[in-house]
């Protein structure tokens, strides 16, 4: 991020309350576009979980977003909104009766699945809606894999999707989820693959399947440059084209790679020391309040305005729990107790992880 970026911020923000998580809105904009211009006649579910904000919502309501959710709560946010039911879906395999019940009594018809157990809650909770069977695919290059808790495999699949349709629900598609923060183009491809072969053992039970919703995981940068969406995105349509048929219904749940980028958090320096020969940082955000993910691995850029030699320092978070260390080897200048840090790339899953524990403010949001 260049210095006019951090200086546009830091005017943005002067005399705010901090932590405070900025997001600029032209970044989400051209995301979108950049997702919907190479997956083309692909639809997009934001998957909301990631930063449900207001802002956000209304944002990507107004570039004809739809969204993807696995709560009531998250259905109400929407709903708030004026978003419609019927671009709404439910991809949480595991959802409660209650959340069922209400969303297909507002008119969602679109839910994901995994289990026998799931099938009957849907046959009696949300009868002839369509429905979607999840598989455990490759979570290569992922750096939060998705494979324990979710999916099944390629018989298990087809035996649902038979099950699915004599329980009066519409067997409508497949969905994948190669991991979060996925940096390798090839286990997209690979999942594809596995998809296709659930695809023609289904045809061949009389099931015409019609959606392919291939998940999220499209991978941001923090410290590191990855891989271009674009690439990402071209090596999945050229797969699709190849391997589906040409009607196929291709959805998206892109998460991170909408907002991630897209948001600084803004925080205040509010203490140092050195220990054990280490210089401390201490801010007023940290891991239980906006940074739960630096607990996943994620390293975050950080910078400031400040001149001067850069050295490492041990970033921490505010709270009296000592696993608030938010990232060791941090290199900023020489910081005083109230200068701004901004912490880059952190739109996505901060605020949305983010609690009160030991009574620490949850950082606001605003939009540039």
Not at 205 to 225: D, S
């Amino acid at each position: 991020m260049s210095i006019n970026n951090l200086i546009e911020i830091e005017n943005a923000v002067r005399g705010r309350q901090t932590p405070l998580l900025v997001l600029d809105g032209n970044l989400i904009r051209q995301k979108f576009s950049e997702l919907q211009g190479t997956l083309v006649n692909s639809r997009i579910y934001y998957a909301l979980k990631t930063n449900p904000h207001w802002l956000v919502i209304d944002l990507l309501n107004d570039l004809g977003c739809g969204f993807e959710i696995s709560s009531q709560d998250e259905l109400g946010l929407l709903l708030h909104r004026a978003i419609s039911p019927d671009r709404i879906i439910a991809s949480n395999p595991v959802k409660t009766e209650a959340f069922i019940e209400a969303a297909y009594r507002l008119g969602m018809r679109l839910f994901a699945f995994d289990s026998y157990a799931e099938v009957e809650k849907l046959s009696q909770f949300a009868p002839q809606s369509k429905v979607y069977v999840r598989l455990t695919v490759p979570n290569d290059g992922s750096q939060w894999p998705l494979t324990k808790k979710f999916g099944v495999e390629v018989d298990d699949a087809v035996e649902l999707l038979q099950e699915a349709r004599s329980k009066g629900l519409e067997p409508y598609g497949l969905t994948f989820h190669v991991g979060s923060q996925c940096t390798e183009a090839e286990t997209w491809v690979k999942a594809l693959e596995k998809s296709s072969v659930v695809w023609e053992k289904a045809r061949e039970r009389g099931i015409e399947l019609k959606m392919l919703n291939i998940g999220g995981g499209f991978p941001i940068e923090y410290r590191e440059t990855t891989i271009p969406i674009s690439d990402i995105a071209r090596r999945i349509k050229d797969t699709i084209d190849t391997l589906f048929p040409r009607d196929t219904e291709v959805a998206i749940e892109p998460g991170r790679v909408l907002v991630g980028e897209a948001g600084v958090l803004v925080a205040t320096v509010i203490g140092k020391a050195v220990r054990n020969k280490e210089k401390w940082l201490y801010l007023d955000v940290g891991v239980f309040n906006g940074l739960m993910e630096s607990i996943g691995g994620i390293q975050y850029s950080l910078a400031s305005l400040k001149d001067g030699i850069l050295e490492p320092w041990v970033l921490a978070g505010p709270s009296c729990d000592s696993l608030d260390i938010v990232q060791s080897d941090v290199f900023l200048p020489e910081m005083a107790i109230g200068d701004h840090v901004y912490i880059l790339s952190a739109g996505a899953y901060t605020t949305a992880y983010a609690s009160q524990f030991d009574g620490i403010t949850i950082p606001q949001t605003t939009l540039l």
